[in-house]
């Protein structure tokens, strides 16, 4: 049996109607990941600004979210727990408001800071909040289009995570596993598709508003930290890095040629992390 990361009851598209609001959860999402992204990236600058050693850089965004989890808890973590909470109705619309905003400012903090982490559970907690909250308000004025505001929350994670990756196939698939929830596969798609295709990216693969100088500075920022993670983890001083002068074995060479590949999807996964695009 299939284990579900997700537990989530089983959700069906009620109405014909509800079309309509599922489009414009896609254009909502696919403007709010870019600006989530670029949140990010500010705060990286912000912390990086201050000239501080890394464990005191560590040390201010640990401070940060902890001030943040002192009041509102539910931003330590993945956010699991609060994204099951709003897939089961258990969460009151209200008070997701104040959580989207402090696990928001909590995960600029963590990123910025240079803490380990990742945006890819954020990115799900974002889009469920932001689904819940436009299925209630739906709900409240338009009954018919949104007979169940927790389907939309659904929806709005794969949609904000298509924004976000810029891979709606990818993010499609992979809420399947997580939930294993097929019965709005349609508004699925539409809305990650609509997310994917709203979110703005340049020609090029980077987010709009970069200049040329900052792409660049980016690129050999994330090859750089790539290549040194690649040889600290694979490689000793007996075996040079990526080839070494003298003789060399078939080991070695089968070694750099895997720590090449490593070096690609480490790089790869810096840049998805800073908003690019990564075919």
Not at 13 to 34: D, H, K, N, R
Not at 47 to 67: E, I
Not at 152 to 160: D, I, N, P, R
Request: proline letters at 6%; a neutral charge.
């Amino acid at each position: 049996q299939a284990h579900v990361l997700y537990q989530v009851p089983p959700f069906r598209l009620a109405s014909v109607w509800e079309m309509g609001p599922y489009v414009a959860l896609g254009f909502i999402t696919g403007t709010l990941a870019p600006v989530f992204l670029l949140s990010l990236r500010h705060a990286e600058r912000f912390f990086v600004a201050l000239r501080l050693p890394v464990a005191l850089r560590l040390a201010l965004g640990g401070l940060a979210v902890g001030a943040l989890a002192i009041n509102v808890p539910q931003v330590c973590g993945n956010g699991y727990s609060v994204v099951v909470d709003i897939l089961t109705g258990r969460v009151l619309w209200g008070a997701i408001i104040g959580i989207f905003a402090c696990k928001w400012l909590a995960t600029m903090a963590s990123f910025g800071s240079g803490s380990p982490g990742g945006v890819f559970t954020p990115s799900l907690f974002m889009g469920a909040s932001a689904g819940l909250l436009f299925g209630t308000l739906v709900n409240s004025f338009w009954p018919g289009a949104a007979q169940d505001p927790r389907a939309f929350a659904l929806v709005g994670m794969g949609a904000f995570l298509s924004a976000a990756s810029h891979a709606p196939v990818m993010a499609v698939i992979m809420l399947f596993e997580m939930t294993l929830s097929y019965d709005i596969v349609l508004p699925l798609l539409l809305c990650s598709v609509i997310g994917c295709v709203q979110s703005p990216y340049e020609r090029g693969g980077h987010p709009s508003g970069y200049s040329r100088a900052e792409v660049e500075q980016d690129y050999m920022e994330c090859e750089y930290k790539s290549r040194l993670a690649n040889e600290q983890h694979f490689y000793s001083q007996s075996s040079p890095f990526p080839f070494g002068a003298g003789p060399q074995s078939p080991a070695d060479h089968a070694r750099a040629l895997h720590g090449l590949s490593t070096i690609n999807a480490m790089r790869d996964t810096c840049l998805a992390a800073k908003g690019y695009r990564v075919e």
